[in-house]
Structure formats: C-alpha cells, structure tokens
Nanobody
Framework: QGETAESGGGLVKTGDSLRLSCVPS????????VGWFRQAPGKERTFVAA????????MYADSVKGRFTISKDSAGNTVYLQMNSLEPEDTAVYYC???????????????????WGRGTQVTVSS
C-alpha cells in the first residue's frame, strides 16, 4: 500500500503561491474523499479543503476560500492544493488523509480520516 506522501511545502513571503501535492495510500472501493488539514505549533489539526476522488466535488474552510484550490488529477492518484495569496496565518504543517463517504460536516473533522502522511511544512514570512 505504501505511505501517503505530501510534498511541495517551503518558505515563501506574504502574497506568494505554493502548490502542495498528495499521493494518498489506503483507498477503498467505496466513495473516497481526500482532505488537506494543517497544524500550527501548539494548535489542533484543522480542516483546509477536501475533494472527492472523481474531482467533481470540493469543500473549503472559510479561511481559505477564494485563495486555495484543491484538485485531483484525472489520470492518476495525485491531489493538489494550490495556495495563492499566502498569509503568515497559513504557516503550518500541511497533511493529507483519506476518508470515505460524501462531503458533509463530518468531512471537516480530522478524526474521520486515516492514512495520514508525515506532512509538509509551509512557512509564510511577513
């Protein structure tokens, strides 16, 4: 099965962009959702965005709407998080995980996800 792998983080300045990539492991035959979460030091892991495996439905946290875009490449197994207009408040370790079902309020709860990767650090300087 392998391990979920996140990549693409880095150190950028306010207003810059980054694109994170996630190759999730542990998919099932059921409807799959891949979610991005982030965790700043001393804080809880919080929801950022999620996409269904077909790429046709997405969900975002209010704090990133209009700035971040989640997508799934149609031919492969990679989920992207395009992050524009980055702010210092976006600084965190970004993780992706897998869950099943449909997009709903539970999609924003990190505990329903599994197969987390090791994360990728995003640091935005002011």
């Amino acid at each position: 099965q392998g391990e979920t792998a996140e990549s693409g983080g880095g150190l950028v300045k306010t207003g810059d962009s980054l694109r994170l990539s996630c190759v999730p492991s542990g998919r099932t035959n059921g409807p799959t959702i891949v979610g991005w979460f982030r965790q700043a030091p001393g804080k809880e892991r919080t929801f950022v965005a999620a996409v269904t495996w077909g790429g046709d439905n997405t969900m975002y946290a209010d704090s990133v709407k209009g700035r971040f875009t989640i997508s799934k490449d149609s031919a492969g197994n990679t989920v992207y998080l395009q992050m524009n207009s980055l702010e210092p408040e976006d600084t965190a370790v970004y993780y992706c995980g897998v869950t099943t079902g449909r997009l709903n309020i539970a999609t924003k709860i990190w505990k329903v996800y599994r197969n987390w990767g090791r994360g990728t650090q995003v640091t935005v300087s002011s």
